[in-house]
């Protein structure tokens, strides 16, 4: 069964940094579009950032852009968002997604289209 398992997030406060990853059991994360998202309180879903298989393609929410970094490592099966410069409205549920289709790389994401695979999320938590 595929499954993804976020981790890296807590309390950090505004102006720090934090790095989550996102790892795959039961499969190989090297076929797969990766995406991370965000959900606050009382808010939307959000797309934070996205990787292709390749890393040729990688986009970032107008919200992120200079401060948050998405890579992946293929051979650690792992996919990282650094993420600097917090601020109090990064905190939010923080997901990362699946899929194998290039094209679900982009920012903000198909509105009739959802990626296959999601994990069950990180808490991040901006204050000081």
């Known amino acids: 069964q595929l499954q993804l398992v976020e981790s890296g997030g807590g309390l950090v406060q505004p102006g720090g940094s934090l790095t989550l990853s996102c790892s795959a059991s039961?499969?190989?994360?090297?076929?797969?579009?990766i995406g991370w998202f965000r959900q606050a309180p009382g808010k939307e879903r959000e797309a934070v950032a996205c990787?292709?298989?390749?890393?040729?393609?990688?986009n970032y929410a107008e919200s992120v852009k200079g401060r948050f970094t998405i890579s992946r490592d293929n051979a650690e099966n792992t996919v990282y968002l650094q993420m600097n410069s917090l601020k109090t409205e990064d905190t939010a549920v923080y997901y990362c997604?699946?899929?194998?289709?290039?094209?679900?790389?982009?920012?903000?994401?198909?509105?009739?289209?959802?990626?296959?695979?999601w994990g069950r999320g990180t808490q991040v938590t901006v204050s000081s």
């Open positions: 990787i292709t298989q390749s890393a040729k393609r990688i």
């Open positions: 039961g499969f190989s994360l090297d076929y797969y579009t």
């Open positions: 997604a699946a899929d194998p289709m290039q094209t679900m790389c982009v920012i903000p994401p198909f509105l009739d289209k959802e990626y296959d695979h």
